[in-house]
């Protein structure tokens, strides 16, 4: 069956880095668009970057840009997402997420297929 499952999240401080790792199975990784969101207690969830397939385009929320780098390796079927200059407003539970339309960038979380778990990361101040 389908999984997504997400891995690297934990606590750190204001101005720290995470890399989240996403690893797929049961489909075909390579040919899907993939894209992070994150849900903070009280809010809806919210997009924050996404990938097409072969990485050619990638898409970035206002909030992330310029601290984040989505980035995937079809060989390990990961995707990734380098968070830096962490502040305590990322603090949510992060999801991976993929799309069978592997050449756009989807920002809509209606428009993906397989969503993970999820994995919490919390900055302190």
């Known amino acids: 069956q389908v999984q997504l499952v997400e891995s690297g999240g934990g606590l750190v401080q204001a101005g720290g880095s995470l890399r989240l790792s996403c690893a797929g199975s049961g489909y075909t990784f390579s040919t899907y668009s993939m894209g992070w969101f994150r849900q903070a207690p009280g809010k809806e969830r919210e997009f924050i970057a996404a990938?097409?397939?072969?990485?050619?385009?990638?898409n970035y929320a206002d909030s992330v840009k310029g601290r984040f780098t989505i980035s995937r390796d079809n060989a390990e079927n990961t995707v990734y997402v380098e968070m830096n200059n962490l502040k305590p407003e990322d603090t949510a539970v992060y999801y991976c997420?993929?799309?069978?339309?592997?050449?756009?960038?989807?920002?809509?979380?209606?428009?993906?297929?397989?969503w993970g778990q999820g994995t919490q990361v919390t900055v302190s101040s």
């Open positions: 990938i097409t397939f072969n990485g050619g385009r990638t």
């Open positions: 997420a993929a799309s069978k339309f592997g050449s756009i960038v989807i920002v809509a979380a209606n428009l993906y297929d397989y």
